[in-house]
């Protein structure tokens, strides 16, 4: 059974940090393109970031340009997204998704739950 699980999530006080993981169980990570989204309430699911098969190339929303980081360990089946620099408007349910390059929804066939960032003072 193919499933993803995101975790790392949390309360995090504005210019702090947060690394969330997405572990892969029922199928080979590097088979795929990983992708993060996030939704914040009453808005759209919007692209953070992802990663190809190898890690070779990546691509990053520009509101997070510059503070956000992924990177996949294969070995560990895992995908990680590196959160510096937090602010208000990075709050919102994070999501790792698994299948083909693109930032839009589309694009990716394999959902994990979730997990909730809340950046407030």
């Known amino acids: 059974q193919v499933r993803l699980v995101e975790s790392g999530g949390g309360l995090v006080q504005p210019g702090g940090s947060l690394r969330l993981s997405c572990a892969a169980s029922g199928f080979d990570v590097d088979d795929y393109v990983i992708g993060w989204f996030r939704q914040a309430p009453g808005k759209e699911r919007e692209g953070v970031s992802c990663i190809s098969r190898r890690g070779s190339s990546t691509s990053y929303a520009d509101s997070v340009k510059g503070r956000f980081t992924i990177s996949r360990d294969n070995a560990k089946n895992t995908v990680y997204l590196q959160m510096n620099s937090l602010k208000p408007e990075d709050t919102a349910v994070y999501y790792c998704?698994?299948?083909?390059?693109?930032?839009?929804?589309?694009?990716?066939?394999?959902w994990g739950q979730g997990t909730q960032v809340t950046v407030s003072s």
């Open positions: 998704a698994a299948g083909n390059w693109g930032t839009t929804t589309r694009d990716y066939s394999y």
